[in-house]
C-alpha cells in the first residue's frame, strides 16, 4: 500500500469492492472533479419499507458481461440534485454503502444513475475520498492485487 501523509496514492482508474452491494472487483474511475460518487443503475423503483423510503435497482457488476444483472435495494438516505456531466441538472437517490479499496473500508455516499454512455459503471468523487486518497492522474490501478 502505497501511502502519502497517511493517504492512499491511487490511479484514475481503480478496482473496488461494494460488499453491501455483493459487487467484486469493479473498475472505477476516480474523479477529482465531481463532488459525489455515482453508480449505473438500471430498473430504479422506490419502495415503503417500515415507513422508510428505500429503492430497488438493477446493477451490471461485470462490464465485460453485461447480461449477467443482479437486483439489489438500498434505504434511500436523501435524494440530491446533481449537475451531470452533461451540465444537466437531475434529481438523483443517495444510498450510502461500504466501499473496499486498497485494502481500507470505508461508507461512501453514491448517487444512483442512468451512466450507461459512459465507460465506467461508477465514478469515485471528492467526498468519498475526502482525508484518505491522493490521486496521481498520470498512473491506473495502482491498488491492483
Not at 474511475?29 to 419499507?49: C, I, K, M, P, Y
Not at 449477467?68 to 450510502?96: D, G, H, M
Amino acid at each position: 500500500m502505497t501511502q502519502t501523509h497517511s493517504k492512499q496514492l491511487v490511479g484514475a482508474l481503480e478496482q473496488c469492492d461494494l460488499p453491501a452491494l455483493a459487487i467484486e472487483a469493479l473498475h472505477i474511475r476516480v474523479d477529482t472533479g465531481a463532488a459525489t460518487s455515482s453508480l449505473h443503475v438500471d430498473n430504479l423503483e422506490e419502495f415503503d419499507q417500515d415507513g422508510d423510503l428505500w429503492v430497488s435497482f438493477d446493477i451490471h457488476p461485470d462490464i465485460h458481461n453485461v447480461s449477467r444483472v443482479i437486483r439489489r435495494k438500498a434505504p434511500v438516505l436523501t435524494k440530491k440534485r446533481v449537475k451531470s456531466s452533461t451540465a444537466t441538472l437531475e434529481r438523483r437517490y443517495v444510498i450510502t454503502t461500504p466501499i473496499v479499496l486498497g485494502g481500507e473500508r470505508w461508507d461512501i455516499q453514491l448517487t444512483l444513475t442512468d451512466r450507461s454512455e459512459m465507460t465506467y459503471l461508477m465514478l469515485l468523487g471528492r467526498e468519498a475520498m475526502a482525508g484518505r486518497l491522493i490521486v496521481d492522474p498520470e498512473m491506473e490501478y495502482l491498488l491492483a492485487r
